[in-house]
């Protein structure tokens, strides 16, 4: 949940650090502030999936970072490893550096981010096609959806 004075809380089963408090246990029975994601950072977008959590940040003005977070079993958390988690505190996505983040989906296993310039990005399990990549390559990194290059996107869902 993000308060509208911009605390940031998380709660719930946390077995595999998808909580983002920088631990692993078996829960959090009530609301908890994540301030690794407050000043001098200001959430401008959040999202869940099965494990994981993904928050779009901005610290300066238009200069966006995006954190995610959780077990990363299929490369859903955007850190260039298909197996690296449990990673159980935010950790910045260093492949979307430079672009401005508007908004960020989860799936089930896989995660969508859209620019403010209508691009998307998108990275995790794809066996099914779920990326929209054209084939059903996982992707550890964020990949460019690239379709939408001439078309841009106004909203994106997982």
Known sequence: ALTADGKLYTW?????????????????????RLFALEAPYSVVALACGQYNSVVAAERKKGVHSVFSW??????????????????????????????????VRMGYSHTLALT??????????????QLGT??????????????????????VAA
Do not use: C
Request: net charge positive; hydrophobic share 35%; charged share 15%.
């Open 12 to 32: 719930g089963w946390n077995a595999f650090g998808q909580l983002g408090l920088g631990t692993v246990d078996q829960g959090v029975p009530s609301p908890t």
């Open 116 to 129: 403010t310039l209508g691009e998307v990005f998108v990275w995790g399990n794809n066996a099914h096609g």
């Open 70 to 103: 959780g077990p990363n079993t299929n490369g859903q958390l955007g850190h260039k490893f298909l197996d690296l988690g449990p990673v159980t505190a935010p950790s910045k996505i260093d492949a979307l550096k430079g672009h401005t983040i508007l908004m």
């Open 134 to 155: 054209g084939d059903s390559k996982e992707r550890a990194k964020p990949t460019q959806v690239t379709l939408f290059r001439t078309s841009p996107v106004v909203v």
